[in-house]
């Protein structure tokens, strides 16, 4: 299994969630979070916003599904056919198990 942590932007987040329902993993945790990335935030004028608002979204995949669910999102976040800076990012980590609290239940 593997944990996929997409940061996107606020506004893409609604197609991304959409896009992964449709796509059978409706299971993901949303997050509003701040942060920049390598553009160092957006200048406009003489003002600097070096925290933007980006959302980040959580979901545990099985390995099978990893490339097919981060396509999903590449596809529901890009902004354009070519994208932009600020679009985000997709960090994959390995999960060694999971439990679910109500039964107790361990998954590996």
């Known amino acids: 299994m593997y944990l996929l942590r997409a940061i996107v932007r606020t506004e893409k987040s609604p197609a991304v969630m959409t896009a992964l329902l449709n796509a059978g993993f409706p299971a993901v945790t949303k997050i509003p979070v701040f942060g920049r990335g390598r553009q160092r935030g957006l200048k406009v004028g003489n003002v600097t916003y070096d925290e933007l608002p980006k959302d980040l979204l959580m979901i545990v995949i099985k390995e099978r599904d990893k490339d097919y669910v981060i396509e999903t999102i590449i596809e529901a976040a ?7 800076f600020g679009d985000g990012k997709i960090f994959v980590t390995p999960v060694e198990e999971t439990y679910t609290i109500s039964s107790g239940k361990v998954e590996k």
């Open 78 to 84: 890009r902004s354009g056919s070519e994208g932009q």
